[in-house]
């Protein structure tokens, strides 16, 4: 397992891993320096973790029992192990690392050992709290940061239409999932967070997801062809932990309707959860406040249609997601980003409805975000706060996470 404790060897001379293969098979390790960058990873034939069943996998088909948060690891935000126990103790099981890629976005691509460092340290804290761990990309060869690139004209993600950077972004994981695999608090790869590839067709109005479907088409841009090229590298050396893929459109749930299934055996998709953004977003730039849950009444941007804001509008909105759920086998569904602004109206309502929307449908659930940073974030000083909404949304939170069985928790990582 990656560990704190094996910094020191991982950062000292270069080894051939041929010393190691007289240790016991769980301490096999070699380390991958290259340009800087330092990587875990086990020795041995991905074969033998062949078995009549895949524990990781039969987390994830037990219904609605993985809950918790994102948390995000970058340069400016690197999560301590006591953000990670805080997150255990308010009842959550899972945390989905939110996290720069160990390669440069920029050709040639080079080794970044800072962010290799901060995913390495992560991981080990997240496993010693007793979570379970799913590593997402944010960044890496041909990728920028969607919340940057989202917000910055001009600024396109090249991975989409360039194949060497491709190329380089299928590799990382590989190298990822060699260094991981064998964590068994490790249970996912979130391949990318909020793919949007249409992005790279200047023009496009991201509004609606059938202009998305034939503007890609016409491009030549297969999202879901490209994640199973990255399955399938990963499988070389991690026949075990899913991956996990979302859709288009920033893995939104109109965006559903237009996801193929991925080859690949064991799989979770990934929906993001902020709709309607008139809601959830209030406050931010070009977003007034005032709307309120439930009952407010908004003009859905997408459609153009006068709305009220309720349950039954939550049900109608993810409905795409269902569809896809059923056209594609049942397989298991997270919803890998959820959450309000803290001040919304009726935000702590809002969140116990939604989630207990999740948890009727069988869906797995990560917020964002826990302890850093902006309107969205909570953390377990929230329960404590002067401002009674504060405290009452971090409440719906905890609730939340609290709803899962005990047979769910994750043993604690030495």
């Known amino acids: ?110 080794d970044d050992a800072t962010a290799a460092l901060n995913l390495a340290n992560a991981v080990e804290r997240a496993g010693r709290a007793g979570l379970w761990v799913v590593v997402a990309m944010r960044t890496g060869p041909g990728l920028e940061d969607i919340a940057v690139e989202a917000q910055t004209p001009g600024l396109q993600s090249k991975l989409w239409v360039d194949g060497t950077a491709r190329h380089a972004f299928v590799q990382m994981w590989l190298r990822i999932a060699g260094a991981l695999g064998e964590d068994s608090h490790v249970i996912g790869y979130d391949l990318i967070v909020e793919p949007l590839p249409e992005a790279a067709i200047e023009g496009l109005n991201t509004c609606c997801a059938s202009i998305s479907d034939t503007a890609l088409a016409h491009r030549g841009i297969n999202w879901s062809a490209i994640a199973d090229t990255i399955a399938m590298a990963i499988r070389q050396v991690d026949t075990l932990t899913p991956v996990i893929v979302g859709a288009t459109g920033f893995a939104l749930p109109p965006f559903f309707a237009n996801l193929r299934p991925i080859h690949d055996q064991y799989v979770v998709y990934d929906v993001h959860q902020y709709e309607p953004h008139t809601y959830t977003q209030q406050g931010n730039p070009g977003i007034p406040t ?17 709305d009220t804001l309720n349950e039954a509008w939550l049900r109608r909105v993810l409905a795409p997601v269902v569809a896809f759920q059923r056209r594609a086998g049942g397989p298991p569904i997270v919803v890998g980003e959820f959450g309000l602004n803290r001040q919304a ?67 604690r990582s030495n």
């Open 345 to 411: 109206p009726g935000a702590p309502s809002f969140i116990a409805s939604e989630t207990v929307l999740f948890d009727s449908l069988g869906w797995h659930g990560a917020m964002w975000l826990w302890t850093c940073c902006g309107s969205l974030a909570v953390s377990a000083s929230d329960s404590l706060a002067a401002d009674p909404q504060r405290r009452l949304v971090f409440k719906s939170y905890r609730d939340y996470w609290k709803r899962h069985s005990r047979s769910t928790n994750a043993p």
């Open 1 to 110: 397992m990656t560990s704190v404790a094996l910094l020191g060897y991982l950062l000292g001379p270069r080894h051939s891993g041929k010393e190691n293969r007289r240790l016991p098979a769980s301490r096999r390790v070699c380390t991958l320096v290259v340009a800087g960058i330092v990587t875990l990873s086990r020795v041995g034939n991905p074969g033998t973790q062949r078995g009549a069943a895949n524990p990781k996998m039969a987390l994830w088909t037990q219904p609605a029992e993985l809950r918790g948060a994102n948390v995000t690891v970058t340069t400016k935000q690197r999560p301590t192990y006591a953000d990670f126990v805080s997150l255990k103790e308010a009842g959550a099981n899972l945390v989905v690392l939110s996290a720069e890629g160990i390669q440069r976005k920029v050709p040639p691509f080079g």
């Open 290 to 306: 005032g709307l309120a849950w439930p009952g407010g009444r908004f003009t859905y941007w997408r459609d153009r249609t006068e």
